[in-house]
DNA sequence: CAGTGGTCTAGACCACGGA
DNA sequence: CCGTGGTCTAGACCACTGG
């Protein structure tokens, strides 16, 4: 069988091309097994190696999955907004919903949420006490969550706080706090009156592929929080979101 | 040379890792040559394949760019946040501002802008239909834009509209209109009374990366905007940003 | 057990681009 | 020119997993 693209392109990119052709009309469902590595090099005429190729470009743009012995490759299913973060601002309530209420969204979503929370006294990382706007080194309060959803992986999450103000409140407590984060705040006299969310886009390093679970060709979002109370920023509050189980959302009035 | 890492891990981990290191201790500075696949497997005893598998993992990961013949692989420079979309919402202005304006930040910023669009009548894509709540495969009118900074390519933004309210106005017409979409769909009758963004993250389909000159290894964030008049939505744009470019910011009142 | 993908070797030819 | 990465071949051994 010969590769529909004719041209010039590389045998495997011919290959890829007529894979992701496959996938996009349904003739490979998702979920569904893609063509092995020997059937894909039979069927074209090349070394296993280059139908290799054309699989591991498929996987890393995140339409198959890597193979696990027998079962092979599948098909990725696309399950698109699985999770939706949504800042929504209502011109009577003027409430603000961010990337804390994770068990609420969860819950509200039908699925079971759970989360580690680990607290400890971190070093200020540059990215931090920049927007934090403290010296760089400085001593902050840092809890890292671990979101899981149905008991997979779903999310990391990192706040930080000057320690000044931390001493002595459930800032301190490894363990969930049920209000929110922003009334927490409030109570502590840090009454947010605004917030800046910067957003970008990478792939994980090893660390986060491993603890988040996710495979070869899943870029992550990077949600990165400031909240600023009257004197100042109060919170930076990081979250890696794997992009094939996320969505952010925002609704704003116009 | 023997890899740092002497644990069961694949060599070629090992040696991405530790190039991983170097790049992170500033070893191999940003901008500077990496080892070339020859170097590599010379001095840690493996295959040039092998060698090729840890550099090629480090491109994936954005952490290199690809080679180019006798000017080698180099260490990718983080020109981070070259470009920042950001949606204020004072209290005073109710100013939204979108990813429309980009001639306008960009130029604020010093930078050239630059953009090419086409327009089409165009069946609706599925994802189009349902936010804009017409039946699939309905004709819409579509305005195509490729955004260059400085003369490169620097995003890909797709916007929708009904036929019906399109005709015989600006939208039909393939140059920019200055005063911004909002302002013109309230001129038409449609006053903008609230937005839904929806922000994903994916890998770049080919068609992308080669429209955008991106590399390997660079995700995109996909931005939907989808703009509501009192009757109903009107508008749906979508935005393709490169990773390594690209900064959505959201700035909102707590 | 049998077949899968993961890893690895040792070669080869080519287009490209810096010196 | 000549070394670079890009592509490709033809093998090999292994761990894992489904039937």
Redesign the pocket.
Known sequence: MAAVDGGD??????IAGDLRAAIREGVLPPGGK??????L?QRY?????????A??AL?HEGLIT????????LVRRREQLVWTHRVSLSAVGRRLAGTDDFAEQTAAQGRVPDQTIEVGIVAAPGFVAERLEVPAGESLVARRRLYLVDGAPSALAESYYALSFAQGTPLLDPRPYHRGTAALLAELGHKTVRTADEITTRMPDPAEALRLEIG?GVPVLAHVRISYAERGPVRVATTILPGDRHQLRYDLPG
Chains 1, 2 share one sequence.
Do not use: C, F, I, K
Not at 9 to 14: D, G, R, V
Not at 66 to 73: N, P
């Open positions: 392109n590389p045998l495997y990119q011919q893609v063509p092995t590595e020997m059937d090099s005429s090349v070394s296993r190696n280059t139908a290799r190729m699989l591991t996987a890597a193979g696990r012995a027998r079962a092979g490759r070869h």
